[in-house]
């Protein structure tokens, strides 16, 4: 059974970069996946940050695609989010999920809560 | 880009009762369209694919409908695990766009 654990800095400071990295445990990153990254602002509804495969390839929201670059460790098992000149509106619970080929998310992690905040 | 709307956004029922989900896009989806529950606190959880494909392991008592530009999810008699916070989500386009959420509370 696939497992998706987020982690990184729950604050960041505003300007500057929001760094995520999702493990993924029970199976590879190969095959048919995209890995994917979402996230819900606090009381607020869901958005759809955009998603990697293991060769690299990546599809991005274009409503973020000018700060946003997924990046995949097929060696560590692991991919990770970076976001860039981020502000108080990009504090959100951050999930990571696979989509197994099929472009919906089928399993997620937990999420992990970042806060921009000076 | 696609937008999507979900009516209500929120609806208080009992259990046994028979509800029903709207969700409207924008523009013509075909049948790209999911709906995931989500509890507070946790994660979402893909419900049904395909506008009327249920996942599997979910209960035969949601359903799902349409194509286009108008969809419903239907839980067609309601149980306490139910009560949570519906969203729809189109994967016609890389925005993904999901619904505002319709919370489904207790009467």
Redesign the interface.
């Known amino acids: 059974q696939v497992q998706l654990q987020e982690s990184g800095p729950g604050l960041v400071r505003p300007s500057g970069t929001l760094s995520l990295t999702c493990a993924v445990s029970g199976g590879s990153l190969d095959g048919t996946n995209w890995w994917v990254w979402a996230r819900q602002p606090p009381g607020k509804g869901l958005e759809w940050i955009g998603e990697i495969n293991h060769t690299g390839s990546t599809n991005y929201n274009p409503s973020l695609k000018n700060r946003v670059i997924i990046s995949v460790d097929n060696s560590k098992n692991q991919f990770s989010l970076s976001l860039t000149s981020v502000t108080a509106a990009d504090t959100a619970v951050y999930y990571c999920a696979r989509d197994p080929g099929r472009a919906v998310a089928v399993i997620w992690g937990q999420g992990t809560m970042v806060t921009v905040s000076s | ?1 696609i937008q999507m709307t979900q009516s209500p956004s929120t609806l208080s029922a009992s259990v046994g009762d028979r509800v029903t989900i709207t969700c409207r896009a924008s523009q013509s989806i075909s049948s ?1 369209l ?1 709906w ?1 529950q ?1 509890k507070p606190g ?5 419900l049904i ?1 395909q506008a009327s494909t249920l ?1 599997s392991g979910v209960p035969s008592r949601f359903s799902g409908s349409g194509s286009g530009t108008e969809f419903t999810v239907t839980i067609s008699s309601l149980q306490p695990d139910d009560f949570a916070t519906y ?1 729809c ?1 189109q ?1 016609k386009t ?8 319709t919370r489904v509370e207790i009467k």
Do not use: H, I, M
Not at chain 2, 42 to 46: E, F, M, T
Not at chain 2, 94 to 101: A, E, P, V
């Open positions: 880009d790209w999911a995931y989500q946790k994660a979402p959880k893909l694919s996942e969203y989500q994967y890389y925005s993904r766009t999901f619904g505002q959420g």
